[in-house]
């Protein structure tokens, strides 16, 4: 199969969305399958090998386990950076929340990207709340996929700029496992066992990992545990069953503020002095994926899902300009003057539960019609999501406890999609369209008042590819981009609708993928993306605008390139070069922004976006530069050494592209410099006890610069020394 996609299937309110069809369709499917098909496993590859790449009109990343491995990645943002067209910002220094944007895109929370696991969604709540307090760990996964570009639509709802789909490992054919600790400076510990097996008609694997560090700030901690469960069920020679379930925890010392210009000076980049803020959380998930082969050509596969996100996060500040714990408290930090955060007379409570739960059937035929080669894909999706919110806060700190947020949240999304690929020799074209039909709804429980509000948009594609050898192909693609509004940016507090109405993008890629010789590869694309509306909200941009929208044009171009000398000198000797570059030569305000606020729009940053002051504007938190170059030498002995430089250009963090710092700045203005890190990752195998041993250095010359200003100033981690083992059984 070329394309080999995941479905999506689920609990309780799916049965309503489908009925009783679904069963009696599958039952009479495989009635009419021929019995001796043989089953191919449950599958959840955006591409299953690199085969399909040849009709992929669009752009195409793979992450292997083994880059993931030797590079000794210990968060997901590591991994990410060595993907062309991706900016990952760090924030708390172990990547539990990551930002990632891609071609442009501002990376806050990840919110305008889309984010899978084994194909299903990630994000608690993607369709109102596209925000990733949550992520797993990077230990968990075998490998990474990343798409761009027009075949996107097959998945949604975020399609205005990339999706990731991280691929859990299947269990072995053979039982086997693996232990592996690592030990480094900032007291981090990362210890994950393993183990799996095939008897009979059964597969089952077991993962579990627990990670504890320091943060890259003063006054911070984290600890997290993370259990995953996956078993694969042979039912018959065309019905496979494939069941996921994961549990995951953080007990976390984090704080949500950074810190100001002033307080930066006088006491370093590393200054935190909120040592009483606390996260906790809890994830429940699980999902069932039924694949049913009616014979070499015809696959339906569906999913269903089910999670369950808890969030607690204390905190006594949010930002570096509120004034809760006071006025003079605030000025104080605005002055460089230490803060006791004990004589703090307040600490809020940001209490969350997401549920998030879904199903989705996909079919995949290959065909032939009319004398052409087709390859059919198609598939509906019924999700749901319901958000609690409470903020309570405790004056004094420690004390009795008030509600000043009481929220109830619900979307509704049902979506669906068909697309045609027709293989014309040489070439392919793929027309495709996604339609997205979402319900929003929110009550405010402390008085009763609520609203409801309902969008519906057409998404078209078109991809067109031509490989006239086997080394060589070129793509073109163009879709249309959608990125629904949140829930409480749609319906205020106060139940009024606000006609926010969603992102919209038009974008275009025209890209080539060629192997010219023995040990290289290039990967190169040009991207355009023209945003007919692209929401903006404090929190992604200086901490005082209000929701606001208007046109923007992203541009630009990505590449990857890598040469092995080993194999092109017939060595066992490996020299490698690999290099992800992203130059986005265009990110700017194209309109006036008008503000969508039913409040704040009389701020001066909302004043200036409606009035167009800043079109032409470089948008926030868009490097024009990102690179990621690898250099290193493998040996047939089983040792692997290499050096890494990670280049982020100068961003803004404003949208008035402010330069300068005020003296006495709140952190959250101005504009952010280039930095470089390097690191270096050696790995050692021993054959005779099949053990790995590895060092790795994270920014090795302990470079200290700012990764974000959105809430004030955020540093990137210091040096970190890491060391372990891995023994494979």
Same mark, same amino acid.
């Given at each position: 199969?070329a394309?080999?996609?995941?479905?999506?299937?689920?609990?309780?309110?799916?049965?309503?969305?489908?009925?009783?069809?679904?069963?009696?369709?599958?039952?009479?499917? +495989?009635?009419?399958?021929?019995?001796?098909?043989? /089953?191919?496993m449950? $599958?959840?590859?955006? $591409?299953g090998a690199?085969?399909?790449?040849? @009709?992929?009109?669009?752009s195409?990343?793979?992450l292997?386990? *083994?880059?993931?491995?030797?590079s000794?990645?210990?968060? !997901?943002?590591?991994?990410?950076?060595?993907?062309?067209?991706v900016?990952?910002?760090?924030?708390?220094?172990?990547?539990?929340r990551p930002n990632?944007?891609?071609?442009?895109?501002?990376p806050?929370r990840?919110?305008?990207t889309?984010?899978?696991?084994?194909?299903?969604?990630?994000?608690?709540?993607?369709?109102?709340d &596209?925000?990733?307090? #949550?992520?797993?760990?990077?230990?968990?996964?075998?490998?990474?996929?990343?798409?761009?570009?027009?075949?996107?639509?097959?998945f949604?709802p975020?399609?205005i700029?990339?999706?990731?789909?991280?691929?859990?490992?299947?269990?072995?054919?053979?039982?086997?496992g693996?232990?592996?600790?690592?030990?480094?400076?900032?007291?981090?510990?990362?210890?994950?066992f393993?183990?799996?097996?095939?008897?009979?008609?059964?597969?089952?694997?077991?993962?579990?990992?627990?990670?504890e560090?320091?943060?890259?700030?003063?006054?911070?901690?984290?600890?997290?545990?993370?259990?995953?469960?996956?078993?694969?069920?042979d039912?018959?020679?065309?019905n496979?069953?494939? /069941?996921?379930?994961?549990?995951f925890?953080?007990?976390?010392? !984090?704080?949500?503020?950074?810190?100001?210009d002033?307080?930066m000076?006088?006491?370093?980049?590393?200054?935190?002095?909120?040592?009483?803020?606390?996260?906790?959380?809890?994830?429940w998930?699980t999902?069932?994926?039924?694949?049913?082969?009616?014979?070499?050509? $015809?696959?339906?596969?569906?999913?269903?899902?089910?999670?369950?996100?808890h969030?607690?996060w204390?905190?006594?500040?949010?930002?570096?300009?509120?004034t809760?714990?006071?006025?003079?408290?605030?000025?104080?930090?605005?002055?460089?003057?230490?803060? @006791?955060?004990?004589?703090? &007379?307040?600490t809020?409570?940001?209490?969350?539960?997401?549920?998030?739960?879904?199903?989705?059937p996909?079919?995949?035929?290959?065909?032939?019609?009319?004398?052409?080669?087709?390859?059919?894909?198609?598939?509906?999706?019924?999700?749901?999501?319901?958000?609690?919110?409470?903020?309570?806060?405790?004056?004094?700190l420690?004390?009795?406890?008030?509600?000043?947020?009481?929220?109830d949240?619900?979307? *509704?999304?049902?979506?669906?999609?068909v697309? @045609?690929?027709?293989?014309?020799?040489?070439?392919?074209?793929?027309?495709?369209?996604?339609?997205?039909?979402?319900?929003?709804?929110?009550t405010?429980?402390?008085?009763?008042?609520?609203?409801?509000?309902?969008?519906?948009e057409?998404?078209?594609?078109?991809?067109t590819?031509?490989?006239?050898?086997?080394?060589?192909?070129?793509?073109?693609g163009f879709?249309?981009?959608?990125?629904?509004?949140?829930?409480?940016d749609?319906i205020?507090?106060a139940?009024?609708?606000?006609?926010?109405?969603?992102?919209k993008?038009?974008?275009?890629?025209?890209?080539?993928?060629t192997?010219?010789?023995?040990?290289?590869k290039?990967?190169?694309a040009?991207?355009?993306?023209d945003?007919?509306?692209?929401n903006?909200?404090?929190?992604?941009?200086?901490?005082?605008?209000?929701?606001?929208?208007? *046109?923007a044009?992203?541009?630009?171009?990505?590449?990857?390139?890598?040469?092995?000398?080993?194999?092109?000198?017939?060595?066992?000797?490996n +020299?490698?070069?690999?290099?992800?570059y992203?130059?986005?030569?265009?990110?700017?305000?194209?309109s006036?922004f008008?503000? /969508?606020a039913?409040?704040?729009?009389n701020?001066?940053?909302?004043?200036?976006?409606a009035?167009?002051?800043?079109?032409? &504007?470089?948008?926030?938190?868009?490097?024009?530069?990102?690179?990621?170059a690898?250099?290193? #030498?493998?040996?047939?002995?089983?040792?692997?050494?290499?050096?890494e430089?990670v280049y982020?250009?100068?961003?803004?963090?404003d949208?008035?592209?402010t330069?300068?710092?005020?003296?006495?700045?709140?952190?959250?203005?101005g *504009?952010?410099?280039?930095?470089? !890190? /390097?690191?270096?990752?050696?790995?050692?195998?021993?054959?005779?006890?099949?053990?790995?041993?590895? +060092?790795?250095?994270?920014?090795?010359?302990?470079?200290?610069?700012?990764v974000?200003?959105?809430?004030?100033?955020?540093?990137g981690?210091?040096?970190l020394?890491?060391?372990?083992?891995?023994?494979?059984?």
């Amino acid at each position: 199969m070329a394309f080999k996609s995941t479905a999506l299937l689920q609990p309780n309110q799916i049965a309503k969305a489908l009925g009783c069809a679904l069963p009696i369709l599958i039952a009479d499917f +495989v009635h009419a399958a021929d019995d001796k098909t043989v /089953l191919q496993m449950p $599958v959840v590859e955006i $591409v299953g090998a690199d085969s399909s790449l040849k @009709n992929m009109a669009g752009s195409v990343n793979i992450l292997t386990q *083994e880059e993931l491995f030797k590079s000794h990645v210990f968060n !997901v943002n590591e991994a990410l950076r060595k993907i062309p067209g991706v900016n990952v910002r760090d924030e708390e220094g172990f990547g539990m929340r990551p930002n990632i944007g891609i071609r442009g895109m501002n990376p806050t929370r990840s919110t305008k990207t889309l984010l899978l696991e084994d194909g299903i969604p990630l994000s608690y709540a993607p369709y109102g709340d &596209n925000a990733s307090y #949550y992520h797993p760990p990077i230990e968990r996964f075998a490998s990474i996929e990343v798409l761009k570009g027009p075949e996107q639509i097959k998945f949604g709802p975020q399609t205005i700029s990339g999706t990731i789909n991280y691929l859990t490992p299947n269990p072995p054919s053979t039982p086997s496992g693996s232990l592996g600790f690592t030990g480094g400076s900032r007291d981090f510990y990362d210890g994950q066992f393993n183990y799996g097996g095939t008897w009979g008609d059964f597969g089952g694997l077991v993962d579990i990992t627990h990670k504890e560090s320091k943060g890259a700030r003063d006054n911070t901690h984290s600890d997290i545990n993370d259990f995953n469960i996956k078993g694969v069920y042979d039912v018959d020679s065309h019905n496979s069953l494939t /069941l996921r379930a994961n549990y995951f925890q953080e007990d976390s010392q !984090v704080t949500y503020s950074g810190i100001t210009d002033a307080e930066m000076r006088n006491f370093g980049i590393r200054y935190n002095p909120f040592k009483n803020d606390t996260m906790k959380t809890d994830r429940w998930g699980t999902s069932l994926t039924h694949q049913l082969s009616f014979n070499d050509d $015809v696959m339906l596969t569906t999913n269903a899902y089910w999670s369950h996100f808890h969030r607690d996060w204390w905190r006594q500040s949010s930002t570096t300009t509120d004034t809760q714990c006071g006025t003079a408290f605030r000025d104080a930090r605005l002055k460089g003057v230490a803060v @006791n955060p004990d004589e703090c &007379n307040s600490t809020q409570g940001r209490l969350r539960d997401y549920y998030s739960y879904g199903v989705e059937p996909r079919l995949h035929v290959n065909h032939r019609t009319l004398g052409i080669d087709n390859e059919l894909d198609m598939g509906f999706r019924a999700h749901f999501e319901e958000q609690y919110r409470t903020q309570e806060n405790a004056k004094p700190l420690g004390g009795a406890t008030t509600i000043s947020e009481k929220n109830d949240r619900d979307t *509704e999304a049902y979506s669906g999609f068909v697309q @045609n690929k027709f293989i014309l020799g040489d070439w392919s074209l793929t027309p495709g369209v996604r339609i997205e039909h979402v319900n929003f709804s929110r009550t405010n429980e402390l008085n009763g008042v609520g609203g409801k509000s309902s969008l519906t948009e057409v998404l078209p594609a078109f991809g067109t590819t031509y490989s006239p050898n086997e080394k060589i192909t070129t793509f073109f693609g163009f879709h249309g981009g959608f990125s629904p509004p949140r829930v409480e940016d749609a319906i205020d507090n106060a139940g009024t609708l606000v006609d926010v109405g969603p992102e919209k993008s038009w974008n275009y890629e025209v890209g080539i993928r060629t192997k010219p010789y023995t040990g290289a590869k290039l990967d190169a694309a040009l991207f355009h993306a023209d945003f007919q509306q692209q929401n903006a909200v404090g929190s992604i941009a200086g901490g005082s605008t209000p929701l606001a929208a208007g *046109e923007a044009l992203y541009q630009g171009a990505e590449l990857l390139a890598r040469q092995d000398f080993g194999p092109l000198f017939d060595s066992d000797h490996n +020299v490698y070069f690999q290099a992800a570059y992203t130059w986005v030569a265009t990110a700017e305000m194209t309109s006036a922004f008008r503000c /969508l606020a039913t409040s704040g729009c009389n701020n001066a940053t909302a004043q200036s976006l409606a009035r167009g002051d800043f079109i032409g &504007n470089r948008l926030p938190y868009s490097p024009e530069h990102n690179l990621t170059a690898t250099i290193g #030498y493998s040996n047939p002995i089983g040792f692997d050494i290499h050096l890494e430089t990670v280049y982020v250009g100068k961003q803004f963090s404003d949208f008035a592209n402010t330069l300068e710092v005020p003296a006495n700045g709140n952190g959250q203005i101005g *504009e952010i410099d280039d930095y470089v !890190v /390097l690191n270096v990752a050696t790995t050692y195998h021993v054959k005779p006890i099949n053990t790995d041993f590895f +060092v790795s250095l994270k920014n090795l010359l302990d470079e200290t610069y700012i990764v974000d200003r959105t809430r004030g100033i955020l540093p990137g981690a210091p040096r970190l020394i890491q060391a372990g083992f891995k023994v494979n059984f």
